[in-house]
T-cell receptor, first 114, second 114 residues
Framework: NAGVTQTPKFQVLKTGQSMTLQCAQD?????MYWYRQDPGMGLRLIYY???????DKGEVPNGYNVSRLNKREFSLRLESAAPSQTSVYFC?????????????FGSGTRLTVV | AQSVTQLDSQVPVFEEAPVELRCNYS??????LFWYVQYPNQGLQLLLK??????LVESINGFEAEFNKSQTSFHLRKPSVHISDTAEYFC????????????FGTGTRLTIIP
């Protein structure tokens, strides 16, 4: 099935632990994004990758790192998790303007840091 | 920098009544505007979008939104809501056409009262 796949769907971490959230898309999209969703704050951009081999900071990058492994995969890493990183994380990819901005979201990863 | 304002965090509406969810944006350049819907415990789905052309855009499930450049608004309307419309609705904007980053509003939770 074409789309954006995120793993894991749920995760509980202890403060200070590290983990990597995985994201893969099979639509040949160039641009990929990581957002976090918090109550009353909408979705805020953490990092994005406009093309394979490039990454840039978004609105809330502190405490995160990313890797654009290839055109399909864009991972988000928490090196030392903090309770403030408890959130729902969404990965998204977008076709370019020639395809009318078809933005596709994954189903999310619900992360709790205790 | 662009921003999106959704003034109403929660909107309760009786079933079969009309609804309007408000969205205002600020930008000094041309924009593309979007409404996304998030059903409980799911990811985001594109509801409708304005890129160019007719300022009135419609979705397949009866929602419509009108781009008003002079009022910098993109309000979402439906003449008669159903229980199945219960969800959170996010307005979003793209202004930087080099990297297609979406900036989201804080969301409006629509609750349908039977």
């Amino acid at each position: 099935n074409a789309g954006v796949t995120q793993t894991p769907k749920f995760q509980v971490l202890k403060t200070g632990q590290s983990m990597t959230l995985q994201c893969a898309q099979d639509m040949n999209h160039n641009s990929m994004y990581w957002y976090r969703q918090d109550p009353g704050m909408g979705l805020r951009l953490i990092y994005y990758s406009a093309s394979e081999g490039t990454t840039d900071k978004g609105e809330v990058p502190n405490g995160y790192n990313v890797s654009r492994l290839n055109k399909r995969e864009f991972s988000l890493r928490l090196e030392s998790a903090a309770p403030s990183q408890t959130s729902v994380y969404f990965c998204a990819s977008i076709a370019d303007r020639t395809m009318n901005y078809g933005y596709t979201f994954g189903s999310g990863t619900r992360l709790t840091v205790v | 920098a662009q921003s999106v304002t959704q003034l109403d965090s929660q909107v309760p509406v009786f079933e079969e009544a009309p609804v309007e969810l408000r969205c205002n944006y600020s930008s000094s350049v041309s924009v593309y505007l979007f409404w996304y819907v998030q059903y409980p415990n799911q990811g985001l789905q594109l509801l409708l979008k304005y890129l160019s052309g007719s300022t009135l855009v419609e979705s397949i499930n009866g929602f419509e939104a009108e781009f008003n450049k002079s009022q910098t608004s993109f309000h979402l309307r439906k003449p008669s809501v159903h229980i199945s419309d219960t969800a959170e609705y996010f307005c979003a904007v793209i202004t930087n056409f080099g990297n297609e980053k979406l900036t989201f509003g804080t969301g409006t939770r629509l609750t349908i009262i039977p």
